[in-house]
């Protein structure tokens, strides 16, 4: 199984396209995304609309929840509620904190940070003991029918693993990044059955290339 893996949206939603069309392109079998759907410099209600006409799957990112609080409106580039389309309102006020598929070899979680906490950062140059106080991110290692965890919240791209010892399988950690376009944007192809994941970027004139590979 082939998955399209879109990090934090941002309300850009010419990004959004560009990255809808390339996976479309690509035949994935899934498409992802971390949420964080608004405040940006984008229209948000035409992402919202591009997230429902691709049939993606999307879960709540702290600015998500934040709007629906009318929490933290002072943010550059915040949206209100009040402001969006019956529609954009109906999809914000739908989205999951977390979501699970099957994947060869156990589950695949999304979410926006680390498991449910959506303000949870996991960067790729943790270690020690920021891993080991990383509680979060200590409860998806603890379930080991997590295969992979697809999250985002960082803005930083990256595949990480972690092993888990006693003969189980390793946990691998996706960040599909995001799309907002001062932080680089980009997206991700996650190909189960090659074990590979591509990174791609999205450049400032709309134009895709193909930054890197890593295999599971």
Known sequence: MRFGLIGDVHAEDERLRVALDALR??????????????????????????????????????????????????????????????ASIELLKSLPPTFHTDVPGGRLLLCHGVGTNDMCRLLPEDSGYAISSNDD???????????????????????????????????FVINAGTLAREAGAGFVILNLAARRVDFHDIGHDLSISHASRAML
């Open 25 to 86: 392109s690509e035949a994935v079998d899934a498409i992802l995304c971390t949420g964080d759907v608004v405040d940006g410099l984008g229209d948000v209600d035409r992402a919202c609309a591009l997230l429902v006409e691709r049939n993606v799957t999307t879960v709540r990112g702290n600015h998500d929840r934040w709007i629906r609080d009318d929490d933290m409106r002072t943010l550059p580039h915040a949206h209100r509620m009040t402001a969006l389309a019956p």
């Open 137 to 171: 991110l200590l409860k998806v290692l603890f379930d080991p029918s997590i295969a992979i965890m697809v999250g985002g919240h960082t803005h930083r791209p990256m595949l990480r693993r972690f092993e888990r010892g006693a003969g189980k399988p390793p946990l």
